[in-house]
């Protein structure tokens, strides 16, 4: 491994494939370059170098390509792996702070494995400039104006984001000029038809010279079979074969093709970046005693808000006062409204019930679990999966290959048989249309935006191409018990009424444990509070190491403890003592009460299965995937759980004995998956094909293992798997589409059935049909 530092900008004017790639092969023929990975579908390009390199050289390269750039900062050193940063393995924690929206100014930090923490510098560009930039040799530099300021030229391939209306941008304002210039040399043909071959060739012009422009800049920089070069040849070879009015229409069609596919990418983009708009633009601050509104953007960490009934939540944060039902289904999926109250984590974007709260913020406007969500997703559509780069490598040999069947065809019928060069040249120059890869090479990328997407705003995290395909193939899952399976906080599932009654058996047990924040003391508490008993006071309250505790409740001695320490106190009934056992045997832990001397009855405690857990469980096993949990806590009380589940279990493990069973599944030809709390399972997750961290903790749930599920339901698991399938299966679909019409039009071409019009539909129709095809992932809705 070497040293390398990394450089991340957005790029304007792009959408298609073919963009990516001749950025990408231009980028990566650079002097000091590593490595280049370059997302149509955030927008963004991401730049490994050495720090020899000059960056302004190669942000200059971008621009002259005809598309725009804004840095979104560079990451300080750091020693990265030929996976790339998007994938680390679970031990490695990558902060994903968000830049910003559009201009995604702002700073990451990077936590290394050996747990130094190296922070990114910040970057502070203005509207449109980038400023300076410090690389590891020190060497500073400054950019000309043109490698910042936006580009309004008419682009033939100009891929601006849809923000506006579609006639706003500059490839909608061309393909109009376009269409206006070939209605009036459809006119003036008819009144001079002696020159229309000049008129509809200087219609023609019009909309080619940008074109040519680009595809001259992307042979330049080394991408010389791109889609504006075929345009180029084929437009330019239908004038010479007396073709001008056809070439000229061509071009308007090629236009509308590029412009209808540059609006369906766009939605693509904007379906995450529309969660950006979900987090209020204002906020109520508490401070000293009052109420003020301020810009959420404003708000720092540690700050007290106020949010009103109905109001959306403006950070993240934890309740400090006040209980209610928050929605969180904009961000994480979750159809019914969760009861919170103090002590709670809320998100940003969420909608607060029917009860005002006070939040204390946990992370300010960039750090808000929103704003990750949406950077998360960004970077991890930078992340190609297998199928995807096995189709980069496919056009870059099948994309020659057409233009040499497109060679053959024009030239070798009129040399060996005698036929028609003008008939067969402008076959030829069909054919070279036909095979433009863009909508093959769309194919994968496209799908996996949508479904990173789709999936990120219900809640469930990939981080990137290659995890969301191999979630698909996954045959055997190991799930963690505490916080996985069970919702890592015990609950009272038994009140024994001994000598007194079941009320006040509760009733003073917790008086007792009033104050104490001991898990099981929070579990007698919270089962007192649902039941609405009235808890006395105590006196005198005294802890008795490893025993329990005892005080002064009601003018009696009171204890509550062990089962153990209890028979030192008084004597145990057999068939009391066998109540006990036979809790203990379900996984119980078990208290008993003493009062006056006296038994009065026990309480029975045990961290229960999450309310999903069978559900989810059926859902993996239903799909013929093998379930195993794997647990440090001990086999009685694992046993009980696995039995009530009806799973596999496998206990009192360390954390590499976990490793060691995950990687004895792989060697069994399982392809496995490790579900965990990703802090303490971290050899596990690493040891598994996918890592998946349960939520909980936002900063576990989006730093940790290679996917995450925001809401931790155990259901989720299963609707990853099954989101994995749908992309797969959009993606041969895709594929399908592209291919086939190329076939279909291929042949009826050489047939002369079908010419220069159909050829170009063949090429952006096939591109806008796959693109809407994988928008269609969007619209899965939770399980």
């Known amino acids: 491994m070497s ?65 725009t750039l804004r840095a979104l900062g560079q990451r300080a050193p750091a020693n990265v792996g030929a996976s790339g940063p998007l994938t680390p393995p679970p031990l490695r924690s990558v902060d994903l702070s968000p830049r910003g929206e559009e201009d995604g100014d702002g700073a990451a930090s990077l936590l290394l494995p050996s747990g130094e923490k190296v922070a990114a510098e910040r970057s502070d560009e203005g509207e449109a400039g980038h400023g300076q930039h410090s690389h590891d040799g020190g060497h500073d530099h400054s950019h000309n104006d043109h490698a910042t300021k936006e580009i309004e030229d008419l682009h033939g391939h100009d891929h601006g984001p849809m923000d506006g209306p579609w006639w706003k941008s500059a490839k909608g304002r061309l393909t109009i000029l376009v269409g206006f210039v070939l209605t009036a040399a459809y006119g003036l043909g008819h009144l001079v038809p002696a020159y229309d071959t000049y008129i509809f060739a200087a219609a023609m012009l019009v909309g080619l010279v940008p074109i040519a422009r680009r595809a001259i800049m992307a042979a330049l920089a080394g991408t010389p079979f791109s889609i504006e070069m075929l345009m180029t040849i084929a437009a330019v070879g239908a004038v010479i074969i007396d073709a001008s009015e056809e070439a000229a229409a061509v071009v308007f069609l090629f236009l509308i093709g ?70 969180e289904a904009p961000v994480t999926g979750e159809s019914t409204p969760v009861a919170k109250g103090i002590d709670d984590t809320v998100f940003a974007g969420t909608i607060n019930g ?96 949508a479904s990173l997407s789709s999936g990120a705003r219900r809640g469930l995290l990939m981080k990137g191409g290659a995890v969301l395909e191999t979630l698909g193939k996954i045959t055997a899952v190991a799930l963690d018990k505490t916080g996985t399976l069970t919702a890592g906080k015990p609950q009272v599932t038994d009140v024994i009424a001994f000598g007194r009654n079941a009320e006040d058996v509760l009733r003073l047990a917790a008086a007792l444990e009033t104050g104490s924040s001991h898990p099981l003391a929070v579990a007698i508490l919270a089962k007192a509070a649902d039941d609405e008993v009235e808890i006395p006071a105590a006196t005198d309250a005294r802890a ?34 066998r109540r006990i ?29 999450r309310p999903d857990a069978r559900e989810g469980l059926k859902a993996l096993t239903d799909a013929g995937i093998r379930i195993v949990m794997l647990t440090g806590d001990n ?27 995950v990687g004895e599944l792989k060697s069994q030809g399982f392809v496995v998956g490790k579900v965990g709390d990703g802090i303490n399972d971290a050899p596990a997750l690493a040891a598994a094909d996918v890592g998946i961290a349960m939520g909980g903790g936002t900063d576990v749930a989006l730093e940790t293992a290679d996917a995450a599920t925001l809401h931790g339901r155990v259901g989720d698991i299963a609707a990853m798997i099954e989101l994995s399938k749908r992309t797969m299966r959009n993606i041969y679909q895709n594929i399908t589409i592209a291919l086939g019409l190329k076939a279909v039009f291929l042949v009826t071409t050489i047939l002369g059935i079908t010419g220069l019009w159909p050829a170009i ?14 928008l269609r992932l969007l619209r899965v809705k939770a399980v």
């Open 581 to 609: 056992t036979g809790l203990n045997d379900e996984g119980k832990t078990v208290s008993v009460l003493i009062v006056g001397g006296l038994l009065a009855g026990a309480v029975a405690m045990r961290d229960e299965p």
């Open 354 to 449: 029917d009860a005002a709260l006070r939040v204390r913020v946990t992370a300010a406007a960039e750090d808000n679990t929103i704003a990750r969500v949406v950077r998360l997703v960004e970077e991890a559509q930078e992340s190609k999966a297998p199928t995807e780069r096995f189709i980069d490598r496919f056009s870059r040999y099948y994309t020659p290959g057409v233009v040499a069947v497109a060679a053959l065809v024009a030239i070798l019928p009129p040399l060996v048989v005698g036929a028609s060069w003008s008939e067969w040249v402008y076959k030829g120059l069909a054919i070279l249309l036909i095979g433009c890869p863009c909508a093959l090479v769309i194919s994968t990328p496209a799908a996996i935006a």
């Open 258 to 327: 590029e412009l209808l596919e540059g609006v369906a990418a766009g939605k693509a983009r904007q379906s995450i970046q529309s969660l950006t708009a979900l987090v209020p633009k204002n906020a109520l601050l508490e401070e000293n005693g009052q109420t003020r509104e301020v810009p959420a953007e404003s708000l720092a960490v540690g700050a007290t808000i106020l949010v009103r009934p109905g109001d959306r939540i403006s950070a993240d944060g934890v309740i400090i006062a006040g209980e209610s039902a928050i929605d």
């Open 761 to 774: 539909l063949a090429d952006t129709g096939a591109t806008v049909l796959v693109t809407i095809n994988a």
């Open 635 to 661: 086999a009685r009380t694992a046993a009980a759980i696995g039995k009530d589940l009806g799973i596999e279990v496998r206990a009192e493990l360390m954390p590499e004995d976990k490793s060691r069973i």
């Open 544 to 577: 008795l190491g490893g025993k329990g505790v005892t005080a002064i409740v009601e003018g009696q001695e009171v204890f509550f403890g062990s089962p153990k320490a209890a028979v030192e106190r008084v004597s145990l009934p057999m068939a009391h003592g």
């Open 3 to 67: 040293a390398t530092t990394q450089a991340r900008y957005k790029v304007g004017g792009m959408d298609c494939a073919s963009c990516a790639t001749k950025i990408d092969t231009a980028v990566r023929r650079m002097p000091g370059v590593a490595d280049v990975s370059v997302s149509v579908a955030s927008g963004t390009m991401t730049v490994k170098h050495d720090g020899t390199g000059d960056l302004g050289a190669i942000e200059k390269k971008v621009v002259g390509l005809g598309y």
